[in-house]
């Protein structure tokens, strides 16, 4: 029952040896098949029921070509992006070709076959068109939509059970399953889907996804018919190599030769300490090879990233560290030479549980890699990770409703969001999530009881260099019922790394019953720990790694950082050597450059 | 001095003036239903001189002097970028912002969002309130209106004294659920003006935009707080000027939902002004379109930089409520929905890494296109236009320039030609394919928004290069029907005069329907019409002319849109009452979306009326020619390439067409602003109602 990821993300057979088609009229239909892909998102945005999907964007489009080959996309968060091409192979190739006929439209969700972890469901159809050349009508492209749903069956509402022991006490598998079948409902199957799920919208968002698909599959069907087979796939084996070859240019530029890194997790759910990643990145002329041999292979660990997954991070770090205008497609990921180990953390045997490991160790490999990096491309090095752990869940009974209620604290705030250089970070997330569009205490307050007192930036909490790491949230939020409080907690031993002799963000720390008498501060899982009517929680979010040597930051930067309350004055002498007089109180504040030259000496030559 | 002797025909005359970046265009419907246009350049810096010179102009055309002129209008209608211009030029007001303690960052923090994933060098926007601008007041109100912390009246002086020594002149108060219970922003506004009453302007985020959630309010809140002053300012200069003359009305403006405001209105909301450039033209082309039968189309207007689209269902250009970003700052105003994507005549050509893009950087006016020869040096839309052959030599722009085709060529060979390796003329068709392709998607996609399938519309083209590319465009989007209205050159002057006034006011109020309490849902609706009618007094409608419509706005819980459903009569009984609005609710559901949950209880989040104030319409929106016969309208010939090589192709001069004029594709109708391009295959035919209709299957 063991699938071979890695076999399933080996490079596919090209559709079209040598194609002939046009610069421009690939370009045309890539981006015809763009628009598609927007279009699909869309309608899942537009039908969709709850607010995880209709609102938070956590949603991919995209179009594969009937090798499973990635096309193009539409994407939510990059980190994402491929997630929805093994699953398609994997029903490829466990159904045959035969089985995908015109007008069905398929689902699977399942870590071991190619998805990210359970709660992120794949629905995906094919397009038919007739071939002039054979006169038969057969499959030419795939339209695929992933959606991460609120809740997949198993232990524990909301998909994150971390102290499940295999992937089954995670949730519900379904491998592949086709649910229209040539046009017509398998209401068996929709049931059997709609009843092994705890929400209620749950049957609704997965309609939503099903209607994009089958949008997607009729609108490339009239981009199929305007342009002709033979050009449309033409133009894709055209837009894959092309994203190859540009992928190998940036890399060419590089310099060559072997780069290493490692970085850490605290500790899996269970509280296994320190997992560690190892990378060695090895540029070779044009050829990029990505290494984590070396990487924490204890078999006891909780939390795995399954090889998709370690894949889909990989990618998304390398996209943000060239051209943001390359193509990402199949030639983007088939241009990176990934070796993982099997039975490492990145790698598990069949039926680790995945549910955090998804994030952690998922997001880390980010952070490996640019830490790896940075060392030659130090000026595109910016971590693109969260140390989210899993949601802060809370659950107990709404006293408006007498029903329970499970809040997945999907609020805004800010942290481990890494200066670049020549910019401050800002905002409150790495730029990979800024398609996210996280709720507010306007939105939830209504739906849950609960308050938001706070979610202000942390002073000195952005980690200090030339350029300014993100200040993390100082996040207060205050239960108005009696409630429990299920999460994982990393970031507080290792928090967000500086770069290029930047300092570290904050780390984070989460504790419950804050400012009660009987404060619980998170170690590294609350499993339901009680919350009182009344009594809050406060989650100091770790702030993002500063880029360059703080002692380099121009003293006028320092005082306006000073002035706004990011930085505090005695972090301005401390992080960054700047001495300042005056008082922030009545506006008076000055620098003291003989005396900011004389501490910043010092520390220098202290060094 | 008047020298008619039948009477001063221009009493009761409405005015329409839109300021453009170029030119400021006037506009005057006489009670008979006469149209004058006229036009002036647009005074930069005061933007209002022009507007004078302008109505000094129309008043000559009358034998008029200014204040008789002046004396006698009806209505005048202004459409200004005075908003959009302090946003672009970022020189409005210093800016302070009170705000509830805990959420001082949301506007930096943007809920998460930022506009670039791929780019982590993607720089911040510009700030409007730096965070030492910024104050956190202890207050909160809960999402029901209840106080969990009084307002600490001191730290709201202590706040306002601050802002004022660090140069704040324009001050925002921005306070959770304000919207439900806006007591401490109210006191919070009394203890400002006690503090600091020369404070230039304060903008309360309950009054500016009535409803959640906290982002939103308070993106909107800043940016009208650094408009506010200098807009009204404006508008206030401009009232006074227009006063001076003799004018006796009232001066309304433009708002980017269609609808117009008095200044009192303007002076406290002035960011519904924001992104209203583009609304005048929808509103023309909505006209030019009923004129012609057609109620369901897609508007589109390419000129020199942007290629606008908005859909128009029922005659009605769709509104945007949510996710209207303006200058990286969100603007929760209902707006007119137009959506702009980097495709103009002035757009870029050039070849990167063997791969042909097309703007949006754009050449813009100046040193534009080459073949414009102001000294623009790169390839760009126009110039593949001219090479291909659908632009006129001379006479181009109202015969105001030449066109050099040779730099055209030039330019489309250096930058697209030599570097793919083909000749001029594939490369210059390539351009074509890139950027009409561009234009299809973008307008696919914003027809995704709404769910609507091109192939069920009609394209209503217009801008200087529209009519040049409409046909391209309609066969990517599959449509067949293309509408050019003659009218195309005034639609933004136009817009001013035919749009019915509109008011679409909300009032947040979050419940489950099953403990609605109906009186407080009436009581806001009742507030909502006396604002209403307030905001309609000015417009001296009469009463029966304004139509308003009452909805509760619900949703399933959850549910990030808000569904529209008309509110039941109060005569109802409280229960047969909430019935009938649930059973909307499901109904309204189920046909919009496809679905219902009729065993949930539905959440009410607020209410809602928009008002319709029906103006007079024109009776013709321009003057057409004599000739019928469309061949005695031919002025010579020209080699022109749509796809498969040159084919020679007749020239025609539009002007002179009579309604009932028709040619056939391939052929080139040329007006004085464009050229309605006719492809071989199609044909076109002048209407009675003023537009051309093309047809692509001829």
């Known amino acids: ?607 | 001095m008047s020298t008619t002797d039948i009477g001063p025909p221009h009493l009761g005359s409405r005015i329409g003036v839109d300021v453009g970046g170029t030119f400021t265009d006037l506009i005057c419907i006489t009670p008979d239903g006469q149209v004058l246009l006229d036009k002036t350049p647009t005074t930069p810096d005061d933007q209002s001189i022009g507007v004078m010179t302008g109505l000094a102009q129309l008043a000559e055309r009358f034998g008029l002097d200014l204040g008789t002129f002046c004396a006698g209008l009806g209505t005048v209608v202004h459409g200004t970028t005075t908003a959009d211009n302090t946003m672009i030029e970022q020189d409005g007001a210093a800016v302070g912002l009170l705000v509830t303690e805990g959420h001082r960052d949301e506007i930096e923090m943007r809920r998460v969002h930022k506009e670039q994933i791929w780019d982590p060098s993607y720089p911040a926007p510009f700030p409007i309130a730096r965070r030492r601008n910024r104050i956190a007041i202890p207050e909160r109100v809960d999402f029901e209106g209840e106080v969990l912390v009084p307002l600490d009246e001191d730290a709201v002086r202590a706040g306002v004294r601050r802002l004022r020594q660090l140069g704040a002149e324009s001050l925002a108060v921005m306070f959770l659920f304000s919207f439900v219970n806006p007591d401490h922003e109210r006191r919070a506004r009394e203890l400002i003006l006690e503090e600091y009453p020369e404070v230039t302007h304060i903008s309360l985020s309950h009054e500016v935009m009535p409803r959640g959630p906290e982002f939103e309010r308070t993106s909107t809140t800043l940016v009208n707080a650094y408009v506010a002053p200098r807009v009204s300012s404006y508008v206030g200069g401009l009232s006074r000027r227009l006063r001076d003359a003799g004018y006796e009305g009232e001066l309304l403006i433009m708002a980017s939902t269609g609808g117009v405001m008095p200044p009192a209105t303007v002076a406290r909301r002035a960011v519904a002004l924001l992104g209203s450039g583009p609304t005048g033209g929808v509103m023309g082309a909505a006209a030019a379109a009923r004129r012609a039968g057609r109620s369901d189309f897609v508007a589109v207007d390419m000129g020199g930089t942007s290629f606008d689209i908005c859909l128009v269902r029922n005659g009605e250009p769709e509104i945007s409520i949510d996710w209207n970003w303006r200058y990286r700052y969100y603007i929760g105003m209902p707006m007119v929905d137009v959506q702009a994507v980097g495709a103009g005549g002035g757009s870029i050509a050039r070849v990167r890494q063997g791969s042909l893009l097309v703007g949006p950087e754009s050449a813009g006016s100046s040193p534009g296109p080459a073949c414009y020869g102001r000294g623009g040096t790169v390839a760009t839309v126009t110039d593949a236009d001219a090479v291909l052959g659908f632009l006129p030599l001379t006479g181009f722009a109202g015969g105001l320039m030449t066109l050099d085709l040779a730099a055209a060529r030039a330019v489309v060979n250096a930058d697209v030609a030599e570097p793919l390796g083909i000749d001029v003329i594939d490369a210059a068709w390539g351009i074509e394919r890139i950027v009409n392709a561009n234009m299809a998607n973008a307008t696919r996609r914003v027809l995704a928004g709404s769910g609507v399938d091109p192939r069920h519309l009609d394209l209503i083209a217009y801008g200087g290069n529209g009519p040049v590319h409409a046909w391209a465009i309609a066969a990517e989007l599959g449509l067949d029907r293309i509408l050019v209205p003659k009218a195309a050159p005034a639609f933004s002057a136009l817009g001013l005069l035919v749009s019915d006034y509109k008011v679409d006011l909300t009032r947040s109020y979050v419940t489950p329907l099953s403990r609605l309490d109906l009186d407080h849902l009436h009581a806001l609706l009742a507030d909502l019409e006396a604002e209403v009618t307030d905001e309609l007094d000015p417009t001296g409608l009469p009463a029966e002319a304004v139509v308003r419509s009452r909805y509760v706005q619900m949703a399933y819980a959850g549910q990030n849109f808000d569904m529209s459903v008309p509110a039941p009569s109060r005569d109802l009984p409280a229960d047969a009452e909430l019935m009938e609005l649930a059973e909307r609710f499901h109904d309204r559901h189920e046909a919009d979306r496809g679905f219902s949950f009729r065993d949930q209880d539905p959440t009410v989040r607020g209410v809602r009326i928009t008002a319709l104030g029906r103006v007079a319409k024109p009776l013709t929106l321009a003057q057409l020619g004599t000739v019928t016969d469309a061949g005695e309208a031919q002025t010579g010939s020209r080699p022109v390439h749509f796809g498969d090589g040159f084919v020679d192709t007749p020239v025609f001069d539009g002007s002179t067409f009579a309604s009932g004029a028709h040619v056939r594709g391939p052929a080139l109708v040329e007006e004085p602003f464009t050229v309605v391009v006719v492809p071989p295959g199609a044909s076109l035919r002048l209407g009675e109602h003023t537009s051309y209709e093309l047809s692509l299957d001829g």
């Open chain 1, 1 to 607: 029952m063991a699938v071979d990821l890695i076999e399933l993300a080996r490079p596919r057979r090209r559709t079209v040896t040598d194609p002939q088609v046009d610069p421009v009229t690939a370009e045309v239909v890539r981006g015809a098949m763009e628009t598609v892909c927007f279009e699909m998102a869309t309608y899942v945005s537009r039908t969709a029921t709850t607010p995880i999907l209709n609102q938070s964007n956590e949603r991919n489009a995209t179009v594969l070509d009937a090798q499973g080959r990635l096309a193009a996309l539409s994407v939510g968060i990059p980190q994402f992006m491929l997630t929805s091409t093994l699953p398609v192979r994997f029903a490829l190739e466990f159904l045959g070709v035969a089985e995908f006929r015109e007008g069905d439209v398929f689902v699977a969700n399942d870590p071991y076959h190619g998805g990210g972890h359970l709660p992120d469901y794949n629905v995906f159809a094919p397009v038919f068109a007739d071939d002039p050349l054979t006169g038969v009508r057969r499959m030419v492209l795939i339209a695929s939509i992933q959606c991460h749903h609120g809740d997949t069956g198993g232990a524990v509402p909301g998909g994150y059970n971390v102290t499940a022991n295999d992937v089954w006490g995670e949730g519900v598998r379904w491998p592949v399953i086709k649910v229209i079948d040539q046009g017509v409902e398998r209401r068996d199957v929709l049931y059997a889907l709609q009843v092994n799920n705890r929400l209620p919208d749950y049957i609704g968002d997965l309609r939503a996804q099903i209607g994009a698909a089958q949008l997607g599959s009729r609108r490339l069907g009239q981009i199929v018919e305007r342009h002709g087979i033979g050009v449309v796939e033409e133009s894709v084996d055209f837009m894959i190599d092309y994203a190859a070859e540009r992928f190998r240019e940036e890399v060419a530029a590089w310099p060559d030769g072997t780069y290493e890194a490692d970085c850490w997790v605290d500790h899996d759910p269970l509280g296994h300490q320190d997992v560690h990643l190892h990378v060695a990145i090895t540029v070779d002329g044009d050829r990029l090879r990505i290494d984590f041999t070396g990487t924490d292979a204890r078999q006891d660990l909780q939390a795995w990233s399954t090889f998709g997954n370690t894949r889909g991070y990989t990618v998304a770090q390398i996209a943000a560290m060239m051209d943001p205008e390359i193509p990402k497609n199949e030639g983007f990921f088939e241009a990176i030479d990934l070796i993982v180990p099997q039975g490492c953390v990145l790698n598990p045997h069949a039926n680790r549980p995945v549910s955090a490991g998804t994030h952690h160790p998922g997001a880390e490999v980010g952070e490996v890699i640019a830490l790896a990096l940075q060392h030659v491309l130090a000026h595109k090095a910016v971590p693109q990770v969260y140390k989210t752990g899993i949601p802060t869940v809370i659950s107990g009974i709404d006293p408006r409703t007498g029903q329970t209620f499970t809040d997945h604290s999907a609020e805004v705030y800010a942290g481990w969001c890494n200066a670049a250089e020549g910019m401050d970070a800002w905002g409150a997330q790495a730029a990979a999530f800024g398609n996210l569009w996280k709720a507010t205490a306007e939105i939830n307050e209504s739906l849950y009881p609960h308050i938001q007192w706070s979610r202000d930036y942390r002073i000195d909490s952005g980690g200090p260099g030339q350029w300014r790491g993100l200040c993390g949230s100082h996040y207060v939020k205050e239960v108005r019922v009696d409630a429990r409080v299920y999460t994982y907690v990393v970031g507080m031993k290792y928090p967000m790394p500086g770069i290029a002799g930047g300092r570290p963000g904050e780390p984070n720390q989460l504790t419950i019953r804050y400012g009660s008498d009987d404060p619980f501060v998170v170690a590294h899982t609350a499993d339901w720990v009680p919350i009182g009517a009344g009594q809050k929680l406060c989650y100091d979010y770790g702030g993002g790694g500063g880029w360059g040597d703080p002692l380099d930051r121009q003293a006028q930067a320092v005082l306006d950082d000073v002035l706004d309350e990011y930085v505090s004055t005695e972090g301005a002498r401390r992080d960054y050597g700047v001495v300042l007089t005056g008082s922030l109180d009545d506006l008076t504040l000055a620098i003291d450059p003989a005396a900011t030259e004389a501490l910043r000496a010092e520390r220098r030559t202290g060094r």
